[in-house]
């Protein structure tokens, strides 16, 4: 099957700095990228899809200014938390779709982010 | 509205026993998808099925079996003769829309513990 990875898988930094994270698919072009977030014990909550080559779609309630989207190629889509929070610590999963209407995601490994 | 339910939170049994995990969904749209996943520790999504509005026959992989039934909107999943290794969260997600063009609905998931 396809094959999306993030990176990092985990990575801690201090309050108040920004980090970024990674998803690529590796043998597929990715038409469209997902980013859910998790917290403990919950469910994957969508926040944002982005389509290759313009602005990213973010759900109600998550900021937009606070949670930076690229999605500059066909094969990478990138999440920047700006000015990171305790608050923000939790599981980052991102998913990418090879065809515009296609109903299969891939997801990959998921990258953990603790905020210090 | 599109909505899954998992209303097990947590279940618990002992290894080689049976057991079935409910999902409910919501949805007006006639044409949609339906998935079940399995999130072990490590945290990455595994898919285990997809099954669209329009086939309701059950399905059998090995030890786990799905039934799918259109008058009470639910997919429930079970796991026959459960092994240790079967511990994770489930969750039963949704895709509605003829293109499948949407974001997963995932449900609550449901925890299951396989005691040895």
């Known amino acids: 099957g396809a094959v999306v990875s993030q990176h990092p898988s985990r990575v801690i930094c201090k309050s108040g700095t920004s980090v970024k994270i990674e998803c690529r698919s590796l043998?597929?072009?990715?038409?469209?990228m997902f980013w859910y977030r998790q917290f403990p014990k919950q469910s994957l909550m969508l926040m944002a899809t982005s389509n290759e080559g313009s602005k990213a779609t973010y759900e109600q309630g998550v900021e937009k200014d606070k949670f930076l989207i690229n999605h500059a190629s066909l094969t990478l889509s990138t999440l920047t938390v700006t000015s990171a929070h305790p608050e923000d610590s939790s599981f980052y999963i991102c998913s990418a779709r090879g065809h515009p209407f296609s109903y299969e995601q891939y997801f990959g490994p998921g990258t953990r982010l603790t905020v210090t | 509205a599109q909505k899954v339910t998992q209303a097990q939170t947590e279940i618990s049994v002992v290894e080689k026993e049976d057991v079935t995990l409910d999902c409910v969904y919501e949805t007006r749209d006639t044409t949609y998808y339906l998935f079940w996943y399995k999130q072990p520790p490590s945290g990455e999504l595994v898919f285990l099925i997809r099954?669209?509005?329009?086939?309701?026959q059950n399905e059998i992989s090995g030890r786990y079996s799905w039934n799918f039934q259109k008058s009470t909107s639910s997919f429930n999943f079970t796991i026959t003769a459960s092994q240790v290794v079967d511990s994770a969260v489930y969750f039963c997600?949704?895709?509605?829309?003829?293109?499948?063009?949407?974001?997963?609905?995932f449900g609550t998931g449901t925890r299951l513990t396989v005691i040895p």
């Open positions: 043998d597929f072009q990715a038409t469209t």
């Open positions: 997600a949704l895709i509605i829309g003829q293109t499948g063009a949407n974001n997963l609905f």
């Open positions: 099954r669209n509005s329009f086939d309701e």
